[in-house]
């Protein structure tokens, strides 16, 4: 599933490829991608519009027009790619904008779990992005720890809650609390001080590295470069990694390095 490194390079993609660019087509090829809007409505918005300056929250993508704005979610396989017009169209693209100079940039998407939306003002957006927490590339210290001291329930399930903080998902949350040392099975009432700023600067580490890479790499190095192993080791210690679900996700874990307390 994409997080907030894979949204944040989907929203580098669509600057480099369409800031300034004025949508001359919208050529939506599967509407079941569309939320709450229609193909006409949908290009009678766009057309003759310039993409502005894309803002990511989280995993949302807002793709501003300097009128209504195209909200991009990418759900489980969801991904833009840059190409040209001419480029031959791949099964699972599913809304092409064609711009000016021939470029074209296209939601790819396998399983369309989520998809686009129109928002045509700031209550639109503020409607679509109720209830989502701070995100996690830009909360502070002190507001991150306050709203994860006031959830219940486990640590890892608290990380992963976009109401607690957006931006994050399985792969980030297994590979921050591995670096933080911390079980996710822990409460997350229950840690302590110190606890949370280590875990606060694990979770700022991890997200810079994963950025610049666009992904949350599978590097040796990382946690996230063994989870998938046929005998997974920890890469630090080399304990066999421990498996197990938690909300419905596989979460993967160290009991050497992420003792109970």
Not at 73 to 94: I, K, Q, S, W, Y
């Amino acid at each position: 599933m994409p997080e907030l490194p894979d949204v944040e390079g989907f929203r580098q993609v669509l600057e480099s490829c369409a800031k300034g660019r004025i949508i001359r087509r919208v050529e939506v090829r599967d509407p079941g991608v569309l939320h709450g809007v229609d193909t006409r409505r949908l290009r009678d918005a766009l057309e003759g519009r310039r993409f502005g300056t894309p803002e990511r929250r989280g995993k949302w993508l807002l793709a501003r027009t300097g009128g209504p704005t195209l909200v991009l979610h990418f759900g489980m396989t969801g991904r833009l790619v840059c190409g040209h017009a001419d480029d031959p169209v791949e099964p699972h693209d599913r809304v092409l904008f064609t711009l000016g100079g021939g470029r074209q940039l296209r939601f790819r998407d396998q399983r369309k779990l989520q998809g686009l939306w129109l928002a045509h003002d700031e209550s639109d957006i503020d409607r679509l992005l109720k209830g989502q927490g701070p995100d996690a590339l830009a909360v502070d210290r002190a507001e991150f720890e306050q709203v994860l001291s006031a959830r219940r329930g486990r640590l890892k399930t608290a990380l992963t809650d976009q109401s607690v903080v957006a931006g994050l998902g399985n792969l980030l949350a297994d590979e921050i609390l591995w670096r933080a040392r911390l079980r996710p099975d822990r409460g997350a009432r229950d840690l302590s001080e110190e606890d949370r700023r280590r875990l606060y600067g694990e979770m700022r580490r991890t997200l810079r590295s994963s950025v610049t890479a666009g992904c949350v790499p599978p590097r040796d190095s990382w946690l996230t470069g063994h989870r998938d192993d046929r005998d997974p080791r920890c890469p630090r210690c080399g304990t066999q990694l421990r498996r197990s679900r938690m909300a419905g996700r596989g979460t993967v874990w160290c009991p050497r390095c992420q003792p109970e307390r």
